[in-house]
């Protein structure tokens, strides 16, 4: 069986699918693939590796319906028309668990890079702009025993609330589409409507997929409901606010401060706005980047194509 996959991953991956049997061709070099170009190469493979955020859509799974498989490297899939897929018969699976804790890792850096204005008072000491011992200027907050709501408590919602409890004795609550009971038993959590988690959260931080329910969620309007001292934290998928709106919401003290690991649209332009405030820090989608991570999340996409390989089913299939 042939694989195509479509960028550089950990070489544990590769050597998985190679010890399988794979005929393993890969796009080595670092640029992302036209849709023309991705449907041309997988003309003549069976299964394909997509790794990252390249577009899969209807116009691709028409073209390529005669793959057998396809393995995602992420546990978000917004980027694929899984309803095409599905259509064309073809079974997409996806990494979920395996990058729940680096993930929350960096929602959980962000906060506190944030509430303590890092990033700019790191760039006041390399630009040379670090003057004097100022003992009331740009200061920031602290984190201890306030609130922090998690607006999609999942693995990585859980995951960021264990720390937050753990290390600042932060009080949690949470609102998601239906009550988790179960998430509930592992960490001591409020459940609480969405006007609530706006209005009473000190550090607001998003866990959820991007769904037409959650597109821009987090809008004018719920900004404005925020508190003046709030830092809002989107380590999940940047349609799911909308950026002129946090922009305008910053800028008119709003809200205080805010820590973006995903944008709209990425990467994000070096002369945005948001990349001038002091209480701003912005990283380019590093949720799951390290080293043990990302060699999971090569060798759970490799193992579901070895399952196809195999005649099974992918275990962790997202459209079955
Ligand atoms: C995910 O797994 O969804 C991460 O955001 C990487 O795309």
Same mark, same amino acid.
């Given at each position: 069986?042939?694989?195509?996959?479509?960028?550089?991953?950990?070489?544990?991956?590769?050597?998985?699918?190679?010890?399988?049997?794979?005929?393993?061709?890969?796009?080595?070099?670092?640029?992302?693939?036209?849709?023309?170009?991705?449907?041309?190469?997988?003309?003549?493979?069976?299964?394909?590796?997509?790794?990252?955020?390249?577009? #899969?859509?209807?116009?691709?799974?028409?073209?390529?319906?005669?793959?057998?498989?396809?393995? #995602?490297?992420?546990?978000?899939?917004?980027?694929?028309?899984?309803?095409?897929?599905?259509?064309?018969?073809?079974?997409?699976?996806?990494?979920?668990?395996?990058?729940?804790?680096?993930?929350?890792?960096? *929602?959980?850096?962000?906060? #506190?890079?944030?509430? @303590?204005?890092?990033?700019? @008072?790191?760039?006041?000491?390399?630009?040379?702009?670090? *003057?004097?011992?100022?003992?009331?200027?740009?200061?920031?907050?602290?984190?201890?025993?306030?609130? #922090?709501?998690?607006?999609?408590?999942?693995?990585?919602?859980?995951?960021?609330?264990?720390?937050?409890?753990?290390?600042?004795?932060?009080?949690?609550?949470?609102?998601?589409?239906?009550?988790?009971?179960?998430?509930?038993?592992?960490?001591?959590?409020?459940?609480?409507?969405?006007?609530?988690?706006?209005?009473?959260?000190?550090?607001?931080?998003?866990?959820?997929?991007?769904?037409?329910?959650?597109?821009?969620?987090?809008?004018?309007?719920?900004?404005?409901?925020?508190?003046?001292?709030?830092?809002?934290?989107?380590?999940?998928?940047?349609?799911?606010?909308?950026?002129?709106?946090?922009?305008?919401?910053?800028?008119?003290?709003?809200?205080?401060? *805010?820590?973006?690991?995903?944008?709209?649209?990425?990467?994000?332009?070096?002369?945005?706005?948001?990349?001038?405030?002091?209480?701003?820090?912005?990283?380019?989608?590093?949720?799951?980047?390290?080293?043990?991570? @990302?060699?999971?999340?090569?060798?759970?996409?490799?193992?579901?194509?070895?399952?196809?390989?195999?005649?099974?089913?992918?275990?962790?299939?997202?459209?079955?």
């Amino acid at each position: 069986m042939k694989v195509f996959v479509t960028k550089k991953i950990p070489q544990a991956g590769i050597e998985n699918l190679l010890k399988a049997g794979f005929d393993v061709s890969i796009h080595e070099q670092s640029d992302r693939l036209s849709q023309e170009e991705l449907i041309q190469a997988c003309q003549d493979v069976d299964v394909l590796l997509n790794v990252g955020q390249g577009k #899969l859509d209807e116009t691709f799974f028409k073209s390529c319906a005669h793959l057998k498989g396809i393995a #995602l490297t992420s546990v978000g899939y917004d980027h694929v028309d899984l309803a095409a897929a599905t259509e064309a018969g073809i079974p997409v699976s996806n990494t979920p668990d395996v990058l729940s804790d680096a993930t929350a890792d960096i *929602a959980f850096l962000l906060m #506190l890079a944030v509430s @303590r204005k890092a990033l700019f @008072r790191a760039n006041q000491v390399s630009s040379g702009a670090w *003057a004097d011992f100022e003992f009331t200027k740009d200061l920031g907050i602290e984190l201890y025993g306030k609130t #922090l709501g998690i607006f999609g408590l999942g693995r990585i919602g859980l995951s960021l609330a264990r720390k937050a409890q753990a290390a600042y004795g932060m009080n949690i609550i949470y609102h998601n589409r239906n009550r988790n009971t179960e998430a509930e038993k592992r960490v001591e959590a409020t459940y609480v409507n969405f006007d609530t988690l706006l209005r009473e959260s000190d550090v607001l931080s998003l866990h959820t997929n991007l769904t037409p329910e959650t597109q821009h969620r987090f809008n004018a309007e719920a900004f404005r409901r925020m508190k003046e001292s709030a830092i809002f934290i989107n380590t999940a998928r940047g349609k799911i606010h909308h950026e002129l709106d946090l922009i305008a919401a910053l800028e008119q003290g709003e809200i205080w401060g *805010a820590g973006l690991d995903v944008t709209d649209p990425e990467p994000m332009q070096a002369d945005n706005p948001l990349l001038k405030m002091s209480s701003v820090c912005v990283f380019p989608h590093i949720g799951s980047a390290t080293i043990e991570t @990302r060699t999971q999340m090569a060798l759970l996409a490799s193992n579901n194509l070895i399952a196809v390989r195999n005649g099974k089913k992918m275990p962790q299939v997202i459209n079955d």
